[in-house]
């Protein structure tokens, strides 16, 4: 059975949990199961408050005013949209750090219905300031990722997927990777993403950047690996939530981007998160079909084609 | 560490209403600051541990006003007990001034958290017990003040189930009980708490003996409230 990026979630937490006692973990009823080992090897630093989200991320808060670096779990609705509030409060205007990891990205409810679904969430977080917001696609990645954020002092979102790419790559917190370079556009794909973008832009002569952290979004490597000025962003979550840090980073580069991500349309179907990518778009065969049209119509930022 | 006897006395409690009215501007919470002045007054003159010229010491008691508006009173008890200069208070809410209309505790000196949007204060001072205690800190005491129309916010009630079974006996809340919330609490606050296993007690929020004795009650095992009932919307 493949492993998922949240089990690796919860063995990485449970390591971290023996090496550093400056760890808590903080759950809602989600995963409690997954940390029963984890509980009883350090009773008191895993602490279900139950179904109660508000007082798990102001909980979480007063771990860290107590000293502790909490870990924060549960699906992400529950933890970015309804306690946004104590996100931005208990944490942010404390100062205190903490680290938000979700699981259900996107639609990987997509059986369970709008509920269980936030295509929102980065969009959210990132809208609050001094957030590192980590978008891996694979287990690997994860877990370089989290041992990253655990380490650190201050705020993470930690943002997990059912779904995942085949193979894992080599990233470094806060940096993009160059898949491969080409001369006419550069795509930048953002965590599970990357698979369908490679897939989509077989054959083109396109960049291919790798994001796993996309706050702060990593503006040297794109400076370093532009070419023709087309900027193609590929996004897991809703469309569009990383546009403005395009613009921040190409000031005074005219410049085109064509964003794709999930619409932000309420999509009232369930079926299976490979039905919702095809109906949005986001399957390979969608993604090549809007970055061909895009690429051969409307000229170029340095002039018509 | 004794707080009566290790707390400079800069001001006495005849002096507070003086420093209050140093605060002048549109604030429009002068009742919620008058509710507040006597139970905050004798947790800083006879119950907090805390030494103001050592305001981070990890052994300190932790005060957190929930009840984040109307700040008057708590600006001029830590003024009174040297936490803040009394000089500061004159510019309350200006752009200069790191006191404004709800406290920072980025800013303030022993305040220990910024509040000001409702029912935050009590489910971080749960966490902040557990915390304190997860790393043996055991000395440590955390007192929240709130509202009564303040635990009309959900947030609270979470708090007050989560704290009881975890047992967090470091744990103090206090409600300023002017009868303020819309729809009122049938049954008494006192009730709300000990039906999830608090101890609590209801006393004159503007007697300090009451207050004192309320405040040093014993709860081994359990958190305690202190419901201080003062004037109808004062």
């Known amino acids: ?47 279900n408050v139950g179904i109660r989200e508000q007082l798990l991320v102001s909980f979480a808060g007063g771990l860290a005013l107590s000293g502790l670096r909490p870990i924060v779990h549960t699906y992400a609705p529950f933890l970015v949209e ?46 609050l300031p001094g957030w590192t917001i980590a978008v891996p696609g694979h287990p690997d990645e994860t877990e370089v990722l989290l041992r990253d954020a655990a380490a650190r002092d201050d705020r993470v979102y930690v943002r997990l997927s059912a779904i995942q790419n085949a193979l ?85 580069v005219r410049h085109r981007l064509l964003s794709i991500g999930v619409p932000n349309v309420e999509l009232r179907r369930y079926g299976d998160p490979e039905d919702h990518a095809r109906a949005h778009g986001l399957d390979a065969g969608g993604i090549r079909a809007r970055i061909a049209a895009w690429l051969t119509s409307g000229g170029t930022a340095r002039g018509v084609a | 560490m004794d707080a009566v006897t290790t707390v400079e006395r800069r001001s006495g409690y005849s002096e507070l209403l003086r420093l209050i009215s140093l605060q002048t501007g549109d604030e429009k919470h002068s009742t919620a600051a008058a509710s507040t002045l006597d139970v905050i007054w004798v947790l800083y003159d006879r119950v907090l541990r805390l030494d103001p010229s050592n305001a981070t010491d990890p052994e300190r008691d932790r005060f957190l006003l929930s009840k984040g508006h109307g700040p008057m009173a708590f600006y001029a008890v830590l003024a009174a007990r040297g936490l803040i200069e009394a000089e500061s208070l004159a510019g309350f809410g200006e752009f200069g001034s790191r006191l404004g209309h709800h406290p920072d505790r980025n800013l303030v000196p022993g305040v220990e958290i910024s509040s000001g949007s409702l029912g935050h ?61 819309t729809l009122g609490w049938p049954g008494g606050i006192a009730g709300r708490f000990t039906v999830e296993g608090w101890s609590a007690l209801t006393i004159d929020g503007r007697d300090h003996d009451a207050i004192f004795a309320g405040l040093s009650a014993e709860h081994a095992g359990t958190p305690h409230v202190v419901v201080a009932v003062v004037e109808e919307r004062s």
């Open chain 1, 168 to 252: 894992a790559r080599p990233v470094a917190p806060g940096r993009m990777r160059i898949e491969r370079r080409g001369a006419r556009a550069t795509v930048i794909a953002v965590g599970p993403m990357l698979d369908p973008v490679l897939e989509a832009t077989a054959g083109l002569d396109v960049t291919v950047l790798y994001a796993t952290t996309v706050r702060p979004f990593d503006r040297d490597v794109l400076l370093a690996t532009l070419a023709e000025p087309d900027i193609i962003l590929v996004e897991p979550y809703q469309e569009g939530t990383s546009s403005a840090e395009i613009g921040r980073a190409l000031p005074t």
């Open chain 1, 82 to 127: 309804r306690p946004f509030e104590q996100v931005k409060l208990d944490l942010g205007h404390q100062e205190v750090g903490a680290v938000l990891v979700s699981v259900g990205g996107s639609y990987d409810g997509s059986r369970m219905g709008r509920t269980h679904q936030t295509p929102e969430d980065v969009a959210l977080i990132g809208t």
């Open chain 2, 121 to 181: 204060g009590l489910p971080i001072a749960v966490g902040l017990a557990h915390g304190l205690r997860v790393q043996g800190r055991t000395g440590p005491r955390v007192f929240c003040l709130v509202g009564d129309a303040e635990l009309d916010e959900g947030s609270n009630a979470e708090a007050i189930a989560v704290a009881a079974r975890l047992g967090l006996d470091r744990l103090t809340a206090i409600v300023i009980d002017n009868r303020s919330s």
């Open chain 1, 1 to 47: 059975m493949t492993e998922t990026m949240r089990d690796r979630f919860v063995r990485t937490t449970s390591a971290l949990l023996e090496e550093d006692p400056r760890l808590a973990v903080v759950l809602a009823d989600i995963s409690v199961s997954a940390f029963a080992d984890a509980s009883r090897r350090h009773p008191g630093r895993v602490v």
